[in-house]
Structure formats: C-alpha cells, structure tokens
C-alpha cells in the first residue's frame, strides 16, 4: 500500500467540472483544487464508502441507536468489507427498526427467518440472532448506566482518543481500551465483538480518531472530540 495521500478534487461555482450521478470520482481533474484524504481511500473506491469517511467515520457519536448500529456493522467485517455493508445500510435499518435496542430486543423467530431469509440482506440466522441478542445486552447496560453511550464512552473518559498517525502502518487493529471493552461485552454477553471488532466501532464511532494526520477530516472530528461532553 503506498503512503501516499489520494487528493480530491473540490468543485467550486463556476468549475467546468460536472460528475455524473452514476459515474466514480475522478480524483485526477482538477489538480489545483485538492484536499487530502486518508490512504485508503482510492481513485477506484466506491461513492458510499468515500462518503463514509468523509461524512462520519471517526466523528464522535453519542446516541445509542446510531452506537447499535455502528457496532452491528462492525462486527459484519467478519463477513464483509465497509462497502459491502455501506450499500446495504438502508436495509439493515428497515430489517432493525432504526437500530432502536429496545425495538430489536423484542424481535421473535418470525423476525429472525423473514431477515435471514433476504437475500438482499445476505445475514446469516446467526447473525441476526447476535445482534438481537446484544440488543437484548445494551438494553441491561442501559438500565445499569442510563444509556449504552454513557456506558461506552465511561472507558475513553468521555473522549476520544486522537492518534495523529502519520501512515497507514501505524494505525493498529486493536488497542488497550478494544481489549478492556471487548472483555467487558463479553462478560455481559454480547456475542462477536472481539478486540478487533470492538476496534473498527472505535473508529468509526469516533471513540478513536485514526483520520490520518494530513487528512482534510482530522480538523473536523478533533473540533467535535474536543466539546465538552454532553449526552443526548
């Protein structure tokens, strides 16, 4: 993987730069309105997961429903990449009631094999009963600690943790406090959220901030990581 940051053409008013709906950025136009972007992100990589770092991977979240969610997608890497599980993210929602724990909680077998059984969704039976199943787990954390976003931001002290990583080598795949949570969650109950998927939710619920340094999002996630903390 090269470090070398991709750069992203910025439109202004009167460019004579249109893209088409149904054509992938060209980040070669342009070339003196530029922004950095994180190395991963590529000339080849798709709309939604080029929209989803620059829109929300590593912004703080603080509502549970959005935690839920960000934490069923994660551990999806086990299955499937971001892109794979970004183009579908509008049927999970539907599939889980918005990611509301209280709603999925209550979810029987006629929903596990109506789920299961989309083919649009492409989730195993088991992977639908994990995530009601730790629905089922934050609703007891929530009683215990008034709301799983209070829970989870209690171990970053409510707030992230801004790495500043320089390349992509440096950005790990666990850390200290993935282990504390994932061994926590387990106790609790939840089911496949090992330190490495407990990692990726860091990132991309903005518990972690691991936009590399010379990324046009580090500005943007370190201004909301750095506001006083205030559950919604």
């Known amino acids: 993987m090269s470090i070398e940051y991709v750069r992203r053409p910025v ?30 992100i590529t000339a080849n990589s798709d709309k939604v997961y080029v929209q989803f770092h620059d829109e929300r991977w590593g912004l703080p979240v603080y509502d549970d429903n959005h935690l839920f969610e960000l934490l069923a997608m ?30 999925v909680a209550k979810m029987g077998e006629k929903e596990i094999k109506e789920i299961s ?28 600690y008034g709301s799983f976003s209070g829970y989870i931001w209690g171990y970053m002290d409510y707030k992230p943790v801004i790495n500043r990583f320089k390349y992509p080598r440096n950005v790990p795949l666990r850390s200290p406090k993935a282990e504390a949570i994932s061994k926590d969650l387990l106790k ?14 860091m990132q991309a619920a903005g518990l972690t901030i691991d936009h590399l340094v010379n990324c046009f999002r580090v500005t943007d996630c370190v201004s909301h990581a750095e506001r006083p903390w205030r559950h919604v």
């Not at 551990?75 to 499937?80: A, R, T």
């Open 11 to 40: 439109r202004e008013k009167n460019s004579s730069f249109k893209e088409k709906d149904d054509q992938k950025p060209n980040y070669n136009l342009l070339s003196k309105h530029l922004k950095k972007v994180c190395n991963w």
């Open 188 to 201: 609790r109950g939840f089911r496949f959220v090992g330190p490495v998927i407990v990692y990726s939710f």
């Open 74 to 103: 994660s551990g999806m890497l086990m299955d499937f990449n971001w892109t794979e599980i970004l183009k579908r993210k509008e049927l999970f929602r539907e599939a889980f009631a918005g990611f509301d724990p209280a709603t």
């Open 117 to 144: 059984a989309n083919k649009a969704i492409m989730l195993a039976e088991s992977r639908v009963r994990c995530i009601i199943d730790n629905a089922k787990c934050i609703q007891q954390i929530a009683k215990e």
